[in-house]
């Protein structure tokens, strides 16, 4: 079979690694792919958005599964389009991809569902939201763009003149675009964050070994918040038993709600938890892989992970096999661009990345790469996602970080503390 990926990043990346290792699979498109997908697939130029042309070209290359990586398509009804054209394809369709499109309707969802979360507040407009910080007490808040913002549009503020800025980034200065037009003022919660992330069919739900991100910019978490500079998997901070805890009070509750709702999902929901003193709240839901998370999951998934995509999308995951897993953590280090999560420069010629390959159980996913006259340059803000397996988490980190090592370019950066979390609980 003929399958295509939608996405340009490493979590593409890293999916069309995997499917390509499927004896099921004949060919694997990217549209548009990066200059590492070129190497495991064959890149399309057309962008996740233009819905006609991606139809139209999956049903001349007889293309009889798509798999959805972004989130954007996701939100703009891509699944709707494919179903319409009758073609296969795995994600959740637009009203249920809302979940993560929109942060207003997840928080009242999760209200409703019973879902353990932080109390919150939403407001239409800057105004508004600035009374109400000026009007209670100065404890720390999170305030958050309501729709999609790369991962951007959430600001963890310890002071209320923290939040009153954060107000003015998203609702008077727009910096966020249509996604600021509503903004969500939550409780902050405190506890180490984790992602849980599981396969659904609407009726079963296969859930994925934990994983945890490290979303701010730099060493000891701080810094601005990130799409994700490295990730570890398993999280050792969620023991099988809180595993199950998330399952029964989690995600088996908020797919029953979104039944209910008229909005079945199907396809990856990923709860973004903090685990707290009072157990595990949803501080987010995602309605896709993560990016870093997919690449640490899927370095050790050893199942076809096309037949857990097509038993998704056909609704039989309740017939699929136990899935199975290298018993080794993998350990993911994203390198990045000089000046990001803000402004940075593009087009610096990549050095090394033979070199890094060649380290023992690393694979080099590439986020923001492109090949020009033959040569690997830098083409977004996070760069490369250096993964490795271990024996042990410190093992992985040890073999990750030695491939970042390898790797050179002007302005080239990487948290060095990917996976401390875990080592220090005596993983």
Not at 184 to 202: C, P
Not at 235 to 246: K, R, S, V, Y
Request: glycine share 10%; proline share 6%; hydrophobic share 40%.
């Amino acid at each position: 079979m003929n399958v295509l990926v939608i996405g340009n990043g490493g979590r593409e990346h890293a999916l069309a690694w995997k499917i390509s290792q499927s004896s099921r699979v004949e060919r694997v498109f990217v549209a548009p792919g990066n200059a590492g997908t070129a190497s495991e697939a064959e890149n399309v130029d057309i962008s996740p958005t233009d819905f006609a042309r991606l139809i139209k070209f999956a049903q001349q290359n007889d293309v009889q599964l798509t798999i959805v990586g972004p989130e954007l398509p996701l939100a703009k009804g891509i699944v709707d389009a494919f179903g319409e054209a009758k073609l296969r394809i795995f994600g959740p369709r637009q009203s249920a991809a809302e979940l993560e499109g929109s942060k207003v309707f997840c928080k009242n969802l999760l209200r409703h569902a019973d879902v353990p979360t932080s109390d919150y507040q939403v407001f239409r407009n800057a105004d508004h939201a600035t009374t109400y910080l000026k009007d209670r007490e100065d404890v720390p808040v999170v305030v958050k763009a309501d729709g999609l913002a790369s991962g951007k549009g959430v600001f963890v503020c310890a002071t209320r003149a923290e939040a009153i800025e954060a107000v003015k980034r998203i609702g008077r200065n727009k910096e966020f675009g249509d996604a600021g037009n509503q903004i969500v003022i939550e409780e902050r919660l405190d506890g180490q964050e984790a992602s849980v992330l599981a396969l659904t069919d609407g009726r079963t739900i296969v859930t994925l070994p934990p994983a945890q991100d490290h979303k701010r910019a730099y060493d000891g978490d701080t810094g601005p918040n990130t799409g994700g500079m490295g990730a570890y998997c398993p999280a050792p901070l969620i023991g099988e038993d809180t595993l199950h805890l998330i399952e029964e009070q989690v995600l088996v509750p908020t797919v029953h709600a979104m039944k209910r709702g008229r909005r079945p999902f199907r396809g990856v929901l990923y709860a973004g938890l903090m685990m707290t003193n009072q157990g595990p709240k949803v501080l987010e839901y995602n309605v896709r892989f993560g990016d870093p998370e997919c690449q640490p999951i899927l370095m050790r998934l050893q199942s076809d992970l096309v037949d857990l995509f097509e038993a998704t999308v056909d609704g039989r995951l309740d017939r699929l096999e136990p899935l199975r897993w290298d018993p080794r953590p993998a350990v993911c280090v994203v390198m990045a661009s000089e000046g990001y999560p803000g402004s940075y420069e593009r087009g610096f010629p990549i050095r090394g990345l033979d070199e890094a390959g060649k380290v023992p159980d690393v694979k080099v996913f590439h986020s923001g790469t492109a090949t020009v006259d033959g040569q690997v340059i830098t083409n977004g803000g996070r760069v490369l996602a250096v993964t490795a397996l271990g024996s042990t988490i410190p093992n992985a980190k040890l073999q990750a970080y030695t491939a970042v090592k390898c790797i050179r370019w002007k302005g080239a950066w990487c948290r060095k503390d990917i996976a401390d979390k875990a080592m220090a609980s005596g993983a």
